[in-house]
DNA sequence: AGTCAGCGAGTTTTT
DNA sequence: CTCGCTGACT
């Protein structure tokens, strides 16, 4: 097969029975997947109506769809590539009925579950204080994630007080989105197997359609994913997974990596194909990778290798602060740029999003465009849910909250006390809330705001009455923000916050258009469930010419030329939650995420820690992260820098203390105050007073001067050509004998005049 | 209804 | 520290 290597190949045959693909890496997995189609469709001549593509993303899945049209050609439109999530949205669309649902159902995201949640907690007066509603969410999402109803729920934990509480909850949660026809994302998949398994002929008929079933990123699955995947793939058993368990970093929301390590278990006669051959990273990045990932028991046996060339070392730099971190991250970006990289390549990369913040601040000193990819998606916010809403509503009268969300937005004098009053009504009626609300007179106590609520439905049957008319999605969508009044109601804020709002709404209304023009006869339901399962993830582009910064979990799936890693600290990466967890896995999943970043990068990686960093409003000292450690030396390029860290692990205690911080050259580690707690668990939170000597310490002018002989710990000796005062540090110029010119920070430097 | 002080909490995230 | 929520007050 052209341009496939022999495992790639392998893989790509294999047509009948169970295949396992492990592929690491860079190893060109969605080739591998894409060219199996071909190969299915082409030698074997499956009809591509039969295959199935399953993956994680809309991203990945976008992906997967392009490619494959580019290579299959014709009959490509035909192979359904597909989420999890959209998939089962498919099928439900076509059957909830059967469940008892309308097919117009509505799919409720994480707000709207809280506030179902809230709502019964209330209605069952349970104090939120003592049993917080996530605490629920994540007992309901744990149980449907492992295909336990109420009833199941219940028995399973009949000893538990806490979790009969959450039985309770469960039950009318569930009861609830019943009433409202909606489907959480967990039941998405919940009730696709539910009806499959209730409705034997509906499983066969998909089990005819899907042949061939593909899932990518296998190790991301949950058990009812699996179960899902299970029950397809049982009539056929042409089920091929992918994926790569060093890669798992997901078990925190259900991932289930047991299901790709039993795999072969599952599939006695499964075939199992390694692809452990990388076409991204240089030989030195990935000697790190393989290095870090093998501190971890119980994977399943394999190893990264390429025939790159070894590329660069592997740049490892401990700043004093995260604000020199970063500072120093943005000069090496600036040179990158100068020299031979652009924007778009490179890539920052932290453990959580609080650490963008400085990132953030110094790029935009150093004037570097970049684009941050925060957890918030454009659809959650506010604006943009409230119009939502409305459409929701709109679509599905049942749909409570939307309803809720709103029927007092903007104000019309609807307050809460009258909402209260409507659904307890509509509770007890057994009846939607605005099914309850076309006859106000007869919900009691309503007083003077039935009038109020009169108005509100016919402002809503308007809406209907265009929507009946054929009219667009846009245009729908234009008469909802006028006259509602919403639109009116910012304009006239004239903040700087209205005039982000707006600009919202105006790129919401782009993204209709844009549907509409995609999807020709799309329906307000399809714009709907689009919209449901979409996320910014998906629009993470590295092609605007700017630098990324994301988290390392949201790095997966991509690479990038020049890749930073910061925060490389034993209580930031590792977390301090993973370090003090009973759970051994906990620091295992650390460590895959960490594979993940370093394998991110393709020529060059860039390892960081601060010594002391900020959090929680108190000064941190950490010690460097564990797995820098794990690196073995040779890989890194300051071997300087490593070698006194290594001693200093090896004493066990952290870098810099308050005394000794920075005075001279080398002597952190004196005097250590916390050396009696260098365990975990104990982080100082009194803090050290040396805010000032960091201040202090920066502003002292370096011992040398241009034209001065100068010591570098890896370059030499040579001649300080140029001394630049540069915002914060010293941007110091040494013509070096042994290695020509270097430019370099005159902190990180640590040149000794001779 | 709207604002503001005071309190508490504070990974990772898709769908 | 900083955000978000609650609750009290206007």
């Given at each position: 097969m052209d341009g496939l290597n022999n495992m790639q190949s392998t893989a790509c045959a294999h047509v009948d029975g169970p295949l396992l693909i492990l592929a690491g890496a860079g190893s060109g997995k969605t080739r591998v997947i894409t060219h199996r189609i071909a190969y299915l469709m082409e030698h074997e001549g499956i009809n591509p109506y039969h295959i199935l593509a399953i993956t994680f993303t809309n991203k990945a899945a976008n992906e997967m769809r392009e490619r494959v049209n580019r290579i299959v050609g014709k009959g490509a439109e035909q192979v359904w590539v597909s989420t999890f999530h959209s998939l089962c949205v498919r099928i439900l669309m076509r059957f909830a009925d059967r469940l008892g649902y309308g097919k117009n159902f509505t799919i409720y995201d994480t707000a709207d579950q809280k506030n179902a949640i809230k709502n019964i907690l209330k209605e069952l007066q349970i104090d939120p204080k003592q049993y917080p509603e996530k605490m629920f969410m994540a007992e309901i999402s744990r149980a449907k994630e492992q295909y336990l109803s109420p009833d199941g729920f219940e028995r399973r934990y009949a000893a538990d007080y806490v979790k009969m509480k959450a039985a309770e909850v469960y039950r009318a949660y569930v009861k609830r989105l019943k009433t409202c026809n909606a489907f959480d994302f967990d039941d998405l998949i919940y009730k696709t197997v539910e009806l499959f398994e209730h409705y034997p002929d509906i499983l066969e008929y998909y089990q005819d359609r899907f042949r061939y079933i593909m899932v990518d990123e296998y190790q991301d699955t949950n058990h009812i994913q699996f179960l899902l995947v299970k029950m397809l793939a049982k009539k056929y058993r042409n089920l091929c997974v992918v994926g790569d368990d060093d890669q798992s970093i997901y078990k925190f929301r259900g991932a289930n990596i047991t299901n790709i390590l039993n795999f072969e278990k599952e599939y006695p006669d499964a075939m199992v194909v390694k692809l452990e051959q990388n076409y991204r990273s240089c030989g030195n990045i990935l000697e790190a990778a393989n290095a870090v990932i093998c501190h971890n028991a119980g994977r399943k046996d394999k190893k990264l290798w390429t025939e790159k060339e070894k590329g660069e070392k592997v740049s490892y730099t401990l700043s004093e602060s995260e604000y020199e971190e970063a500072e120093q991250i943005a000069s090496e970006i600036a040179k990158l740029v100068r020299q031979e990289a652009e924007y778009r390549e490179i890539a920052v990369l932290y453990r959580t999003h609080a650490q963008s913040r400085v990132l953030e601040e110094k790029l935009v000193s150093w004037n570097i465009p970049y684009k941050i990819y925060s957890g918030?998606?454009?659809?959650?916010r506010l604006e943009i849910k409230d119009v939502m809403a409305y459409m929701k509503l709109l679509y599905n009268p049942e749909d409570n909250a939307a309803l809720r969300r709103i029927i007092n937005v903007p104000k019309r004098g609807i307050g809460d006390a009258s909402i209260d009053k409507i659904a307890a009504f509509a509770n007890q009626q057994e009846i939607s809330m605005l099914a309850a609300m076309r006859r106000p007179e007869n919900i009691p106590g309503l007083g003077r705001t039935a009038a109020k609520i009169s108005d509100f439905i016919q402002l809503l049957d308007s809406f209907r009455k265009i929507l009946k008319e054929g009219e667009s999605i846009s245009f729908l969508y234009d008469r909802i923000l006028e006259d509602t009044g919403y639109e009116e109601e910012l304009i006239n804020e004239h903040s700087d916050e209205s005039m982000t709002r707006l600009e919202n709404l105006d790129e919401f209304r782009n993204r209709i258009i844009q549907f509409e023009e995609e999807r020709e006869n799309g329906n307000l339901g399809e714009f709907l469930q689009e919209i449901a399962l979409v996320s910014e993830a998906d629009a993470i582009n590295t092609e605007d010419g700017v630098v990324s910064l994301m988290t390392l979990h949201s790095a997966k799936g991509l690479e990038f030329p020049y890749v930073f890693i910061c925060g490389m600290e034993d209580r930031i990466f590792p977390s301090a939650q993973a370090l003090n967890s009973e759970d051994e896995d906990a620091l295992e999943e650390e460590r895959r995420l960490c594979y993940v970043g370093i394998t991110r990068a393709m020529k060059k990686l860039y390892l960081s820690s601060a010594k002391c960093r900020m959090m929680h409003g108190s000064h941190n000292l950490n010690p460097v992260s564990r797995f820098v450690t794990e690196i073995p030396p040779m890989l890194l390029s300051d071997a300087g820098e490593l070698g006194r860290m290594k001693k200093r692990q090896q004493e066990s205690m952290p870098f810099a203390t308050s005394q000794s911080y920075g005075l001279k050259g080398g002597g952190y580690g004196q005097n250590n105050p916390y050396k009696k707690h260098a365990s975990y668990g104990i982080t100082p939170s009194t803090k050290p007073a040396f805010g000032k000597e960091f201040v202090v310490n920066r502003e002292i002018n370096p011992e040398y001067g241009e034209g001065d002989r100068v010591r570098h710990i890896k370059f030499g000796d040579g001649t300080v050509t140029q001394l630049v005062q540069g915002g914060r540090d010293y941007e110091v110029t040494v013509n070096f004998d042994r290695c020509g010119v270097k430019k370099m920070f005159a902190s990180f430097a640590k040149l000794k005049k001779i």
């Open positions: 918030t998606n454009f659809y959650d």
